[in-house]
């Protein structure tokens, strides 16, 4: 499984762990990862393991923030790699969720 997440005892907060590519093979997967929990809850996006993104993998992103509530969505990209931070500084994802 390259999509795993897990929820704070209180489902205050979500990380959800993306390993290898995070592409359109993982759509099912990722909705699932946030779906299943509190619409109200942190989330964090842990992108440590992860080795490339694509175009779809933004997509998904942006449907998630949606999904969640849009602006009010509370959503934190982390461990990014330098060329994965490149992609979303050039899609200005930046300008959308908080990144680190």
């Known amino acids: 499984m390259t999509i795993e997440s897990r929820a704070s005892s209180d489902e205050k907060k979500v990380i959800i762990d993306i390993r290898g590519r995070f592409d359109f093979s993982q759509i099912s997967q990722f909705r699932s990862s946030y779906e299943s929990h ?3 809850a942190e989330y964090t996006v842990d992108l440590r393991q992860t080795e490339h993104i694509d ?8 449907n998630m923030r949606s999904y969640l509530g849009g602006d009010k969505a509370k959503i934190k990209i982390v461990n990014c790699s330098p060329g994965i931070m ?3 500084e050039i899609s200005r ?3 959308k969720f908080t990144i680190s």
């Open 38 to 40: 509190n619409k109200d």
């Open 55 to 62: 175009s779809s993998a933004l997509g998904m992103l942006l």
């Open 86 to 88: 490149k992609i979303f």
């Open 93 to 95: 994802f930046d300008k």
